[in-house]
């Protein structure tokens, strides 16, 4: 019996809050040649196809619309040929998973293959961090109506809760960067 090439690549999902660190660990495991697919992409092509201007207030209204006409799975479902196509070829990982609907789509169509990495930051921590984000940078009060809205609206508590891993990110970017190095020589031994 012959294996589907998918098998021996791994899949992970990283998940958490705004702010936790979930984009510097897809570009650390990018330039580590794996494959970025960024579930926040099809909002900003969304809204670009519009001719909306990126902002806090309008990337929330094309999320949560999204989620309205295409279901709460919205973004897994969107992406899920990318997934396959992407796993075939190299390691993959998903940044931005955000509702339970999605995880437990991704879990129906991929299995177990599919592994949460739960990137956990304390709050104070995560709202100083995105007021001085280079790229859309939120105020306190637009960071804690985020989070609100992705806690109430999204199903976003889900997949953290039940993440196979988690990695506590209140330090520097090199100390998650190394915890993430320690997680992957768990998962794949050389």
Known sequence: MQQNSTVNNPLLAIVGMTGSGKSSIAHHLERKG??????????M?????????VN????????????????MDAFARLSLAEIEESLSKRPTVI???????EYKFLRQ???????????Y???????ARLSQRQERPLTFEEAEQRDFAEIENVEKAGPIAIADYTIINNGTEEELLA???????????D
């Open 45 to 53: 092509r969304e809204l670009e196809s519009r001719g909306l201007p």
């Open 34 to 43: 794996w494959h970025i697919i960024r579930f926040g992409g099809i909002t």
């Open 95 to 101: 940044d931005g998973l955000y509702s339970w609907s």
């Open 179 to 189: 915890a993430v190095d320690a997680l992957l020589s768990d998962l794949i031994p």
């Open 121 to 127: 930051t304390t709050r104070s921590v995560r709202y």
């Open 56 to 71: 806090e207030t309008n990337e929330r209204s094309v999320r949560e619309e999204l989620r309205e006409t295409h279901g």
């Open 109 to 119: 169509h991929l299995g177990n293959k599919l592994k949460l990495v739960a990137i």
